[in-house]
């Protein structure tokens, strides 16, 4: 009897897992892994890391290089890229033209950094950020060059943690974005204007509401050009607006909206055919509907799904909510829920510890938690709300409670939490 043949195209986070989960759940078929990366899996926010000297290279990959996955799992690495994938024959077709047949397939492209067309990407020090390729660049520039001013466009938590590199190098740094406040698709305005109350604090100059147009080149500098008008000067540039799912390479078989859509099995419309990571649309538990939701855990835990059930083992992953955890320049923000949501609004401080906290409620349920400088207790929390999601109607156990009160959270914080409970 001939073995399966499975591959897996492109080799992040969710891909590893799903490779691992395999092994671990018996699989002994053929495995054939497409990345076109000869490092093994990294982890994009560790970029700012390895750019600044405080990681090695190959610190950035937690799981081991390429050579001993390779040899750990079993698997073929083949660094032709990916065409595309016919989904009705389960077959890869690959840049030099071969097509090869499979019995499984699991799609583990991720994303990339948007750069939106503006003129001037070509200029000199204008760099995008996604890729330890990407850090090599500006660590090479940093190196080679006087860089004495930055412009970071993109207030996301990828644009922040340049900021804090910059900063702690003496450059002179602007943080700009369309949006009005920093973090946008997570932060409240609130706890927006705090964090950014404290950037200005520490000498960032930020430029919110800006439309850039383009990018000059003026005397030895870059130059950005804004729809209002503003031109704002510098040495470097860092285009940080955002990412946009890997999807090019699904035919149009597969059902596909911003990302690859999936069922709770990591399962797409087709067949035989798995996806995972940030190409694909797992469920939202918050709204029920499909989205992308571009974390590391989640991709770990969406890969994990597929290779289970890839390896016969039926195995489900209900979904997540959108949420974000980063630390920067001393300060945490953790941000769980819908920014977009509706409903009862509570903010609290505490003046001593210097935390900021925001709650909002609706029919009984937390929809979204922002909190500063609090990241003690942000498992807790992120537990609380994905019970109370999922229809758990118990509140925070005591010990829990105690927990809260330790790291700083307001006994009115946790006294609403227990009495919505």
């Known amino acids: ?39 093994a899996p990294a982890n994009p926010m560790l970029t700012t890391y390895y ?27 083949i660094a032709e890229p990916v065409e595309k994938v016919h989904s ?26 948007f750069v939106p067309p503006i003129e001037g990407l070509d200029c000199k020090n204008v760099f995008s950020m996604r890729t330890m390729e990407d850090a090599g660049r500006v660590k090479k520039v940093l190196q080679q060059e006087k860089i004495e001013s930055a412009v970071v466009v993109g207030a996301s938590m990828a644009g922040i943690k340049l900021v804090e590199l910059f900063h702690a190098r003496g450059i002179t740094c602007t943080l700009v974005d369309m949006a009005p406040g920093i973090f946008p698709i997570a932060a409240v305005p609130c706890i927006a204007s705090e964090i950014e109350d404290r950037l200005r604090e520490k000498g960032v100059r930020l430029a919110f509401s800006k439309a850039l147009e383009r990018i000059e080149e003026a ?65 939202n538990l ?39 955890i980063t630390h920067f320049m001393g300060m945490d923000f953790i941000g769980y829920g819908d920014v977009r949501s509706k ?44 019970r109370k999601i999922n229809g758990g109607t118990e509140p925070p156990n005591p010990a829990a409670r105690v927990r809260l009160l330790h790291e700083g959270i307001p006994r009115e914080l946790i006294e609403l939490l227990m009495k919505e409970g």
């Not at 590893?16 to 054939?32: L, N, P």
């Not at 610190?59 to 040899?71: N, S």
């Not at 077709?93 to 994303?111: E, P, S, W």
């Not at 906290?357 to 990241?375: A, I, Q, Y």
Request: aromatic share 8%; hydrophobic share 35%; net charge neutral.
């Open 219 to 283: 005397g030895g500098k870059r130059r950005l050009v804004f729809a209002d008008g503003e031109r704002i000067p510098c040495d470097l540039v860092m285009m940080c607006i955002g990412t946009r799912a890997n999807t090019e390479i699904a035919d149009d078989k597969l059902k596909i909206n911003r990302g690859i859509v999936v069922d709770e099995r990591m399962q797409t419309n087709m067949p035989g055919i798995y996806c995972a990571g940030d190409c694909s649309e797992g469920t």
């Open 343 to 386: 409903g009862r609004e509570y903010v609290y401080e505490n003046r001593e510890r210097g935390q900021k906290f925001f709650l909002r409620m609706e029919e009984g349920k937390p929809v979204c938690m922002n909190f500063l400088d609090s990241f003690g207790a942000s498992g807790v929390l992120k537990s609380y709300m994905l």
């Open 1 to 39: 009897m001939m073995k399966q043949k499975t591959a897996v195209v492109g080799f992040g986070c969710a891909g590893y897992h799903g490779v691992k989960a395999m092994r671990e759940h018996g699989y002994d078929g053929e495995i054939d892994v497409y990345t076109d990366s000869p490092w």
């Open 51 to 77: 750019i600044y000297g405080k990681l090695p290279r190959e610190a950035t990959c937690p799981f081991g290089t390429l050579e001993e996955l390779a040899v750990k799992y079993h698997f073929h690495a």
């Open 88 to 113: 009705e024959e389960r077959s890869i077709q690959t840049r030099d033209g071969a097509v090869k047949r499979y019995d499984q397939l699991l799609i583990a492209t991720g994303a990339r950094a």
């Open 286 to 324: 918050q709204t029920k509907e499909t989205q992308i939701i571009g974390i590391w855990d989640n991709a770990a835990k969406q890969g994990r799904t597929a290779g289970a059930n890839m390896a016969g083992v039926r195995t489900v992953y209900q979904g997540n909510m959108p949420h974000n």
